[in-house]
């Protein structure tokens, strides 16, 4: 006869490997959240680079001006999103130490 609870054991410990081995390291998420930044910051040029051609009057693509800006919003958004949950995940590990 089989012990079911071995293999429940067995397939509980395999899971958690593959987790673990999915979970990236601590330099891939610095890395990850820097490629954002530079992408946001990118945006953020090109957005205020739109907005300077509307001044003197060169502007011809206004669709693409709000395009660029919005963009620019939507990236600036995600990081503080981003920045956000770092924040409160780092709130919750701290106060589970005490």
């Given amino acids: ?43 953020g040029v090109e957005a205020e680079r739109a907005a300077a ?12 001006i709000l395009l660029a800006t919005r963009k620019a919003d939507a990236a600036f958004r995600m990081l503080e999103a981003v920045r956000n949950a770092m924040l409160e995940a780092y709130a919750q590990v701290r106060d589970a130490g005490r």
């Fill in 1 to 43: 006869m089989t012990d079911p609870i071995g293999a429940v054991g067995q397939a509980s410990a395999a899971m958690h490997a593959s987790r673990a081995a999915d979970v990236p390291s601590a330099g891939a998420i610095v890395e990850r959240i820097a490629v954002g930044i530079d992408r946001a910051r990118a945006l």
């Fill in 53 to 64: 051609s509307v001044r003197p009057g060169d502007a011809q693509d206004v669709e693409g």
